[in-house]
């Protein structure tokens, strides 16, 4: 298990998961599947002549198949571990532009450095935090973003001891946990409802995640973490756990089996 902090940058809706990973989940999942198939294959192959009963040939294949079933459902669900999560306003109701930015600094101190958890992680702990640039947009309509691009390097400088690596926002779009519920699966569904494809690329990147995001968790049995988040605010909880796992992919860090 390899423990992460990953970060959604934002004053109003600050959102963290503390998790630790099973990067060796797939070698674990082919060894269990592999031994299904013996299991199978002696099954099938049962000598007669062993003086053994049909049904204890039954017996002992049932219950061989239920502890390979119980052991790959432990398998999955322990993928992701959680140890805190959450969606916090760092300023506590007051309007951004109410709020200076030596204040907003104070604020997001205060938070972390009182945190039973997430204020001091465990020192094995790699911190994934979202970059978000001065501006975004094209160059011709480029939007100002310094106080979210405030926070990302805020976050890096306070977990600076803890391996910290900053990521595209849009790294957690280039995975998918189906076939349909990729990036582009979303985005053409939002061109045909949004104005502009700018406001189509946006929220089907926010769509995106919070929807993979509920399947990730509904297999790994913590609906419990669906629930106790604000509808509105799930999406930013989702952001945070899932470009955790997008780094992992994209660095090739989740362990292959061999063939």
Not at 58 to 78: D, V, Y
Not at 203 to 231: D, P, W
Request: proline residues 4%.
């Amino acid at each position: 298990m390899r423990r992460f902090i990953g970060w959604d940058c934002a004053n109003k809706t600050l959102a963290w998961s503390y998790i630790s990973v099973d990067t060796e989940i797939l070698v674990k999942i082919s060894t269990l599947i592999r031994e299904m198939h013996r299991v199978i294959n002696v099954y099938e192959s049962w000598d007669s002549l062993t003086g053994a009963t049909p049904q204890d040939r039954n017996n002992t294949f049932i219950s061989s198949m239920q502890g390979l079933q119980h052991a790959m459902l432990t398998t999955i669900q322990g993928f992701i571990i959680y140890h805190s999560y959450g969606v916090t306003d760092v300023l506590k109701g007051r309007k951004l532009a109410d709020v200076s930015p030596v204040e907003r600094t104070k604020a997001l101190w205060s938070f972390l450095s009182t945190h039973p958890t997430i204020g001091h992680v465990a020192p094995d702990t790699t911190s994934i935090i979202e970059y978000q640039p001065p501006k975004v947009g094209s160059a011709m309509s480029a939007k100002t973003n310094v106080a979210a691009s405030a926070v990302s390097h805020q976050l890096m400088f306070y977990y600076v001891n803890y391996n910290p690596i900053l990521v595209d926002p849009k790294l957690k779009n280039t995975i998918a946990c189906s076939s349909t519920m990729t990036y582009e699966s979303y985005l053409a569904a939002e061109m045909i409802k949004r104005k502009s494809p700018r406001e189509a690329r946006y929220a089907a990147r926010k769509i995106h995640s919070k929807e993979n995001f509920i399947y990730l968790c509904t297999m790994l049995g913590l609906q419990h973490i669906i629930k106790s988040v604000k509808a509105s605010q799930l999406d930013d909880l989702a952001d945070s756990t899932m470009q955790v796992v997008a780094h992992l992919v994209s660095t090739g860090a989740i362990v292959r089996p061999s063939i």
